[in-house]
């Protein structure tokens, strides 16, 4: 890492070599992104926060990792964001009777439609 405080852009392909320290940030992003919490954990240091978005099925591959623990979710109401950190167990209820798996999300390339949709929901690396 840069240094304290710093932040980070990385233009590039998070399937490849990034030239990142391992366990180096305490924050990474996914959002339309795809599978970046798969190929990136090692960046986020434990204790860190990984926000990610359903659509391109982050969010579902983080909630099957068990370096991951869902922390809060972003909800978004006429432009106002917020973050909410309690009552959690209500959020990533499939829609559907389906069991999520790395394959099935691999091979539909796509998120999985839960009962509530937030903005985001926001993982902490708990190992």
């Keep these: 890492m840069s240094g304290a405080g710093a932040i980070i852009f990385v233009a ?9 320290g391992s366990q180096d940030h305490d924050l990474l992003i996914s959002l339309y992104a795809g599978f970046v919490s798969e190929h990136c954990t090692d960046f986020l240091r ?3 926060s990984l926000p990610v978005n359903p659509c391109h099925g982050d969010a579902a591959m983080a909630s099957i990792d068990d370096r991951y623990a869902l922390a809060g979710v972003i909800t978004s ?6 973050v909410r950190t309690h009552d959690l167990e209500s ?3 499939p829609k559907k009777l389906v069991t999520v798996t790395r394959d099935r999300l691999h ?6 439609a ?5 903005f985001a929901y926001i993982f902490d690396r708990v190992r």
């Design 46 to 48: 434990v204790g860190g």
């Design 114 to 118: 839960y009962t509530k949709s937030p």
């Design 107 to 112: 091979q539909t390339g796509r998120g999985i």
């Design 91 to 93: 959020y990533l209820t």
């Design 77 to 82: 109401q006429a432009g106002q964001y917020t």
């Design 12 to 20: 590039g392909d998070y399937t490849t070599d990034l030239g990142l």
